[in-house]
């Protein structure tokens, strides 16, 4: 293969949405049943491994986004290209192949845990479930990713509810890393930890994407905070992306008014601590 075809297929996206629509219906027996778009016409391309921000405020519809981008919703229209297959209409049977490549990670990990189980437990099952191996053997292949997230070999056997918000998200990045995957997709991952918490979970994040070649989704309504994080933005509002492009782009020059408005407690903040500064000078 010539140095321009690897150029070409490199430069392909590994995660590509066109037109993706997915519709809920409303009301009741009671109530006349009405069809609702909680996304439309969503469009959105992210090259391997790179990282790209859907921002929105609550009820935007970015997490629907994630939810089919997963499929764990089926869209009622239009495209998801994974690796070069579209995986939108695909029957569960069929979407066997892709589950392992395509992983979410949620802001409560510990929803996604069984309370039961050890920390361990947690990681391998993911392994038994798809039959990747002798239990045995499942079992290192758990121990080893945990290192690798920051998680002591000494925690192994103590349940998930012996840990914090923190290490439960560790745990979590490890269970979506034990099968290996391509894409991951955070919602709103980042959220409800301390600032301190927070940017060990970004630097072991950021660490994991080089170290494994992996693509990022994430699902914010923090736009300051993905703009540290993402190569491209694109901003939700009412269920469609009414912004798009490369994070300088949008940070220097937002042209939506939900753009600036998620802009706008990142730019109070900067004000106060400059004022801070001529006080204190």
């Excluded at 998200?169 to 927070?198: C, H, N, Y």
Aim: net charge positive.
């Amino acid at each position: 293969m010539g140095s321009d075809a690897r150029v070409a297929k490199s430069a392909q996206p590994f995660l590509r949405v066109r037109s993706l629509t997915k519709r809920y219906v409303r009301g009741g027996v009671l109530q006349k049943r009405i069809h609702v778009d909680a996304v439309r016409g969503i469009d959105l391309e992210i090259p391997a491994c790179k990282t790209l921000a859907l921002v929105g405020s609550s009820g935007s519809g970015k997490s629907t986004v994630a939810r089919c981008v997963t499929r764990l919703e089926r869209p009622d229209a239009g495209e998801i290209w994974v690796g070069g297959t579209d995986i939108a209409g695909l029957a569960n049977r069929a979407l066997l192949t892709f589950r392992a490549a395509i992983q979410m990670i949620c802001q409560d990990a510990v929803t996604s845990m069984n309370p039961r189980f050890s920390a361990a437990e947690t990681v391998e099952e993911p392994l038994l479930i798809q039959r990747r191996g002798a239990a045995k053997q499942c079992r290192q292949s758990a121990l080893e990713i945990m290192s690798e997230v920051g998680v002591s070999a000494d925690w192994a056997n103590r349940s998930v509810m012996e840990f914090s918000g923190g290490q439960r998200q560790r745990l979590a990045i490890a269970r979506a890393l034990v099968l290996q995957p391509k894409l991951l997709v955070l919602d709103e991952a980042l959220s409800g930890l301390d600032l301190s918490t927070e940017a060990e979970i970004i630097n072991l994040l950021l660490d994991v994407q080089a170290a494994h070649s992996l693509t990022y989704l994430f699902i914010s309504h923090d736009l300051p905070l993905m703009a540290r994080l993402a190569d491209t933005i694109a901003v939700m509002c009412n269920g469609t992306i009414v912004e798009q492009g490369p994070k300088s782009q949008l940070l220097s020059n937002p042209s939506h008014p939900e753009t600036k408005s998620l802009l706008l407690p990142a730019k109070i903040f900067q004000k106060k601590y400059a004022e801070m500064l001529g006080v204190s000078g």
